[in-house]
């Protein structure tokens, strides 16, 4: 997705896609128009045409081809989490930092369609006063998280999804931080798929300014569940205004015996389904439109013109990424969860 956007604008010229099968590179280079492929992400980072990169390996592979990018002086769009782990985070910030090579993470959700920029826009302009509590529930099929745990069992419901609105709260929460967690989950269908994980978590995350937010993830819906991505509904609450927004897609349904294919998931089809829902975004009369569109387009147009990028920086992503890890934590253990975590 991310390497078709590249090539549709106007200013690349050059597309080099790299996979540790290199049979998956030749035929990605072959679908998207790519003119250098490999099975070596190195051998593609250092390619002299190459001054930017795009890193979408799986979940844990995240630092290595980052940190190699850095290194050469080029700069980074890398799939959320940063890493999966605070120590990794912070090999990428110092790096970046001290090389002065600009790294951004890619929660795209902040890009999925105007009404996220809009939240934060009414923030700006204190329209909402002081918010004082936020709420979350994002829900998704069985289906998809099998599909994202099979992959990589650490990028769980809450590390790989519920991470994204953790993203959004605190961007909307900009200068208050996260300091205490309390969450609390229930094992079910995931667990019977070979997967020890929580069917649903709830999360009660305190900020630094006593703003109360709550944070609701379930990637056990039935396999058929219409949504072919993220559920999900937002509420804001302030002293002089609330803002909800409700993203479940039941807006634009469809029933067809023919069946609609899952943009991630190869195989899979539904007859009902929610228009609209892909996570990453959906294709329309041979074009891609929604998150992943607007946000690579976004850092391109950031790159070659120096206008603002709302893309999470690795500071940003660390924080996320520690509130993430705090909740799983009280989850898992029970115990009310304060941040920092210990190193």
């Excluded at 605190?170 to 995931?190: D, F, H, S, T």
């Excluded at 892909?278 to 946000?295: C, Q, V």
């Amino acid at each position: 997705m991310r390497a078709r956007q590249a090539l549709t604008h106007p200013s690349v010229n050059f597309v080099g896609v790299s996979d540790l099968v290199a049979g998956n590179a030749s035929a990605l280079a072959g679908k998207v128009g790519a003119q250098f492929h490999t099975a070596d992400n190195l051998e593609v980072i250092a390619r002299p045409e190459v001054n930017a990169v795009i890193v979408s390996t799986a979940e844990g592979e995240h630092m290595k081809p980052i940190l190699q990018a850095i290194e050469l002086g080029k700069p980074v769009l890398v799939e959320k989490p940063i890493a999966l782990s605070v120590a990794d985070a912070d090999r990428i910030i110092a790096a970046s930092e001290q090389a002065g090579v600009e790294v951004r993470v890619g929660y795209s959700r902040r890009f999925k369609d105007l009404r996220w920029m809009l939240a934060k826009e009414q923030i700006a302009q204190g329209r909402m006063g002081r918010v004082t509590g936020i709420s979350a529930r994002l829900f998704n099929n069985r289906a998809n998280g099998i599909a994202i745990m099979t992959r990589d069992r650490e990028a769980t419901p809450l590390v790989d999804a519920l991470t994204y609105y953790v993203d959004i709260v605190n961007w909307m929460l900009e200068g208050a931080r996260p300091v205490e967690i309390v969450a609390r989950g229930q094992k079910g269908v995931l667990k019977a798929a070979g997967f020890d994980v929580d069917d649903i978590n709830y999360a009660i995350i305190t900020y630094s300014d006593g703003t109360v937010v709550n944070l609701t993830v379930s990637y056990a819906l039935p396999e058929k569940y219409p949504a072919l991505g993220h559920a999900t509904r937002f509420e804001m609450l302030g002293t002089e205004g609330v803002l909800i927004i409700d993203d479940d897609h039941t807006d634009q349904i469809m029933y067809t015996n023919k069946g609609i294919p899952h943009v991630y998931l190869p195989g899979h089809e539904v007859n009902m389904v929610f228009l609209n829902s892909g996570t990453p975004g959906d294709w329309a009369l041979g074009e891609f439109y929604g998150a992943i569109a607007n946000e690579t387009r976004a850092w391109l147009d950031h790159l070659v013109t120096g206008k603002g990028c709302h893309l999470a920086t690795p500071r940003e992503a660390r924080t996320t990424l520690e509130t993430t890890l705090g909740i799983q934590l009280a989850a898992e253990t029970g115990k009310i969860i304060t941040l920092p975590l210990p190193g």
